[in-house]
């Protein structure tokens, strides 16, 4: 029996779906999370500050009912499979330093009604001598919620409410760009987002959360020379406006971000990227590995 063409098509995407999630399976459940530090230019107050960036990517379930990690076993009805962002920026203005740091929790599964690499939670905290200020956002089934806490009595407590239907956060778009368990553009893809901005870039701004325009284009790979030598690279971009993110990551798996320059002016390179264990590693005799991520 002889399969018609769209059959042959179809068996081929589930093929190649499948294959996917086994290289995403064997990769990022091997008891290791991607440790990733990058040399970093911060726009704040009109200046660019020198710090550093560390990207720590990982595995974990999340409850349903309350978007945090378990501490026992759960039936797969009450939990997803989540890949998990730590995002954190350190460096100083003038007499003082800030300390940022966002959590984005990403569907590590096709998990209905949420889809492949859909936002459940992002978490955003701000510390600075001024004081702090935390953002939490949260998916359901229908809605993303959100909760902002500020020092600020203009700003307060507040909160705010999005539809999640077609609606992507900017937050995220640092796990999709990896695509990590499947594409998310082709070459040369220009997709349309409406866009939940990035909780940082907000917060400096002072702004309500309000939903915005996006482009998002996957262009052509291109070499670039970086602290490892010369490596191909997949450049993603995403306009709001008139302003736009550059994301380069490599065209090998598992899609590290090589570099980025941020629609505020902020950029960075790669310094040094591992995987390890490191919740493992909090002894004194591990101190030592800081210099060899490049940190201080």
């Known amino acids: 029996m002889h399969l018609s063409s769209a059959a042959s098509v179809l068996l081929l995407i589930i093929g190649t779906i499948n294959a996917d999630q086994k290289r995403f399976n064997n990769y990022w459940y091997d008891g290791n999370a991607e440790i990733s530090t990058y040399e970093l230019s911060e726009s704040r107050y009109g200046e660019l500050r020198q710090g550093f960036r560390v990207m720590v990517v990982v595995t974990e379930p999340m409850r349903l009912s309350t978007h945090i990690k378990p501490d026992r076993k759960l039936p797969d009805d009450q939990k997803v499979r989540v890949i998990k962002l730590n995002d954190l920026r350190k460096f100083t203005t003038g007499i003082y330093d800030y300390s940022v740091m966002t959590s984005v929790f990403s569907t590590a599964e096709n998990r209905q009604p949420f889809g492949n690499m859909a936002t459940m939670k992002v978490a955003f905290s701000s510390q600075e001598w001024c004081g702090q200020v935390f953002d939490r956002m949260v998916r359901t089934d229908s809605s993303y919620e959100g909760v902002l806490y500020s020092y600020f009595e203009s700003e307060g407590e507040s909160s705010y409410s999005f539809n999640a239907a077609e609606v992507e956060t900017e937050d995220n778009l640092w796990l999709r760009v990896r695509e990590l368990n499947g594409r998310f553009l082709n070459e040369g893809e220009t997709r ?50 008139n302003s736009q993110t550059i994301v ?27 995987r390890e264990p490191y919740w493992k590693q909090n002894a004194g005799s591990f101190t030592a590995m800081r210099q060899h ?3 201080p």
């Open 293 to 295: 991520l490049g940190l």
């Open 248 to 274: 380069r990551v490599e065209a090998a798996y598992p899609h590290r971000i090589v570099e980025f320059s941020e629609r505020d002016g902020s950029s960075g390179k790669l310094l040094v990227s591992e």
């Open 192 to 241: 349309t987002l409406n866009l939940i901005p990035s909780r940082w870039i907000t917060r400096k701004n002072h702004t309500p959360t309000e939903l915005v325009s996006a482009t998002i284009t996957r262009a052509y790979r291109e070499f670039r020379q970086t602290s490892s030598g010369t490596i191909e690279v997949v450049p993603f971009t995403w306009k709001i406006g």
